[in-house]
């Protein structure tokens, strides 16, 4: 198998371009019953995607010690991720679907100009201890990981749906197209978890672990109590579920896992708390932290 290094891992991500919106197939043939039955997962699609200028700031207010490679990877991951909100919005348009704000596109309802919360800015200045920097640096790149890996599957899940209507368009020029690019993003964020881990103590590693295990909530996710989180990723899995939350379990084992018992189901119950529709502490502590 070819080992790649994280340079090299950039590069190639360098090299792909975001997709463009000119190449997306949008006549599609079932317009009423995708409107039906994706209004919310595509709306819910488009905000996240969408959401990485703020992602961005508070990253960089997170960690102000990023290194070149690092803000490389930031910067063709948001022009990706960015792309991908645009293909969403163009969905929604297409389907009558309404903008969100003053016509707005669903994916631009994030505060211009983006400023990092408050936790962020908080938790950044503790990251002035080399220590702790390095120990909110593992959080972000196994988080990254983690969540990559939903996305990839959720599109893999998405692609099924649309192939089972005859929506054959959209899987070959959206859900195919951006599940190569969250794959490549999950390659990346894998190998730099793996890569800094390795410089890291075992009572850094340690804090991590803790911290993520306590703080975890899905991806995209805000307050899993009254958002549309549960019903989204029940709408996107369906059954699969259960195999979509062990092989986020599974990235976390690997990276953050201490190599003698497997994590405790911290992805189940986050995902159980969305799918409760009911606030727990728990949840509002999560929602409350500057990592997820
Ligand atoms: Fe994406
Ligand atoms: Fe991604």
């Known amino acids: 198998m070819q080992q790649w290094t994280l340079e090299a891992r950039v590069g190639r991500l360098e090299d792909d371009p975001p997709l463009e919106l000119g190449s997306v197939e949008l006549t599609v043939r079932h317009p009423a019953l995708l409107r039906d039955r994706f209004e919310e997962i595509f709306g819910y699609i488009a905000t996240v995607?969408?959401?990485v200028p703020q992602n961005v700031a508070e990253i960089t207010a997170l960690l102000p010690g990023l290194d070149d490679q690092d803000l490389r990877f930031l910067?063709?991951?948001?022009?990706?991720?960015?792309?991908?909100?645009?293909?969403?919005?163009?969905?929604?348009?297409?389907?009558?679907?309404?903008?969100?704000?003053?016509?707005?596109?669903?994916?631009?309802?994030?505060?211009?100009?983006?400023?990092?919360?408050?936790?962020?800015?908080?938790?950044?200045a503790l990251s002035t201890s080399r220590w702790l920097q390095d120990v909110f640096k593992l959080l972000y790149l196994s988080r990254g990981a983690m969540h990559e890996h939903m996305t990839y599957d959720c599109y893999r899940?998405?692609?099924?749906?649309?192939?089972?209507?005859?929506?054959?368009?959209?899987?070959?020029?959206?859900?195919?197209?951006?599940r190569r690019q969250?794959?490549?993003?999950?390659?990346?964020?894998?190998?730099?978890?793996?890569?800094?881990?390795?410089?890291?103590?075992?009572?850094?590693?340690?804090?991590?672990?803790w911290l993520t295990v306590h703080t975890y909530t899905p991806v995209g996710a805000g307050p899993c109590g009254t958002g549309p989180t549960g019903r989204v990723f029940a709408g996107l899995a369906?059954?699969?579920?259960?195999?979509?939350?062990?092989?986020?379990?599974?990235?976390?084992?690997?990276?953050?896992?201490?190599?003698?018992?497997?994590?405790p189901?911290?992805?189940?119950?986050?995902?159980?708390?969305?799918?409760?529709?009911?606030?727990?502490l728990a949840t509002r502590i999560r929602d409350a932290v500057p990592w997820r």
């Open 49 to 51: 995607e969408g959401a």
């Open 75 to 124: 910067c063709v991951w948001s022009s990706h991720e960015l792309a991908h909100a645009a293909i969403f919005d163009a969905l929604r348009a297409e389907l009558g679907l309404a903008a969100a704000q003053d016509g707005r596109p669903v994916s631009s309802v994030v505060p211009d100009p983006v400023r990092p919360r408050p936790s962020f800015r908080a938790f950044g």
């Open 157 to 178: 899940h998405l692609g099924r749906q649309f192939a089972a209507l005859g929506e054959d368009g959209l899987v070959r020029t959206v859900t195919e197209p951006i």
């Open 182 to 209: 969250e794959a490549a993003h999950l390659g990346y964020y894998r190998l730099a978890a793996i890569t800094h881990r390795a410089r890291m103590t075992s009572a850094q590693v340690g804090l991590a672990r």
């Open 238 to 263: 369906g059954d699969d579920m259960d195999e979509v939350l062990d092989a986020v379990e599974a990235v976390a084992d690997q990276l953050l896992g201490d190599g003698t018992h497997p994590l």
């Open 265 to 280: 189901r911290f992805v189940h119950d986050s995902m159980d708390a969305c799918l409760d529709g009911r606030p727990r």
